[in-house]
């Protein structure tokens, strides 16, 4: 980011030992008509100063909820949350200046400018960068005298992004920051993020682009069913499936094979099918590869297709909730 206004002092003052966010034993409840629900059940976590973490959960989950929580927008029935050393309740000034939130959906006022909007998000704050400047960082340089209102979606997200960037924030919420982004946009997202960790800022992001989590994410949390089953590095997570590579092939005239047929197979670690066909995790796809064909020929099965890949962040997500997470949150806009 450009030139960082007020970062020395407060910067140091955050030491890399300290968690920039911990909470533990977070709840929150509702009621619902079938009685009490538990949206977020016990959630233990801390979250380091110059992190980029992903947040990864399907709809429902519980991950909004626990974001909310995080940004001061809904308090918890129970568990203590700390953001940069500070509560909500009690330090809720000094915690709006040093935070910046990017939500999945922001409504400006339609009939300001690009620049008139950034000139008042920049108002809220003592300290931050020059509104001209951020408008360049995110591409929306040559939009500065254009109505919000005549802005695509993309530049609207980007617009979003802009306003939580302009406090010269060191913990960054970006929910969602790349939705329907175009991929020159959204690589440029991504080389302003990787600056601010750069920078030993704090990003807590959530995404539905599993390469995006896996590109930038120093650590993520996979949530389902208000708790977190899964936490670590994308590399950790990915070496815990226990295979590699991923083998995904389909059958002939949607023909199957049995589950426990291809899992005794030479280097099969792992049998998944789902609408897409079957999917293979495996040790060593040049072991697995030739066994499952033998296998199907010997079976009289015929192939369709059969690609293979390294196993990513994807498969991990899959494993663990048993589906997909871009497919659910598509299904929810």
Not at 45 to 66: D, S, V
Not at 198 to 222: F, G, P, Q, S, W
């Amino acid at each position: 980011m450009p030139g960082s206004h007020g970062e020395g002092t407060e910067m140091e003052a955050s030491s890399s030992a300290e968690p920039v966010i911990s909470c533990r034993e977070l709840r929150k409840q509702y009621k619902g008509r079938g009685g009490i629900v538990n949206a977020v059940n016990g959630i233990d976590l801390e979250i380091h100063r110059g992190e980029c973490f992903g947040l990864l959960g399907p709809n429902g989950a519980g991950k909004t909820t626990t974001i909310e929580i995080f940004e001061g927008l809904m308090h918890p029935t129970s568990g203590d949350v700390e953001l940069l050393g500070m509560r909500w309740g009690q330090n809720d000034n000094e915690l709006r200046q040093k935070i910046g939130i990017s939500l999945q959906e922001t409504r400006f006022t339609e009939r300001l400018t690009v620049l008139e909007t950034l000139v008042l998000f920049r108002s809220f704050y003592r300290n931050g960068h020059p509104p001209k400047e951020v408008m360049e960082e995110v591409g929306l340089g040559e939009k500065a005298r254009s109505w919000v209102g005549k802005l695509s979606g993309g530049q609207r997200q980007r617009l979003a992004v802009a306003c939580a960037l302009v406090g010269d924030p060191l913990l960054l919420f970006l929910d969602e920051p790349t939705t329907g982004l175009d991929p020159q946009s959204r690589r440029r997202l991504w080389d302003i993020i990787r600056k601010l960790q750069e920078e030993r800022r704090t990003i807590l992001l959530t995404t539905h682009y599993m390469d995006e989590a896996e590109r930038l994410c120093n650590r993520v949390a996979v949530i389902d069913h208000g708790k977190i089953i899964a936490l670590g590095s994308p590399a950790e997570l990915i070496s815990g499936l226990g295979g590699e590579h991923i083998v995904e092939f389909a059958l002939a005239n949607g023909s199957s094979a049995p589950d426990n047929e291809l899992t005794n197979l030479p280097a099969v670690k792992e049998v998944r099918t789902d609408s897409n066909g079957i999917a293979l995790t495996v040790t060593e796809p040049h072991v697995a590869i030739p066994a499952l064909l033998k296998h199907l020929q010997s079976q009289k099965l015929d192939l369709a297709r059969l690609s293979t890949r390294n196993a990513s962040l994807e498969d991990v997500f899959v494993n663990l909730t048993g589906r997909h997470l871009r497919d659910d949150e598509i299904s929810s806009f």
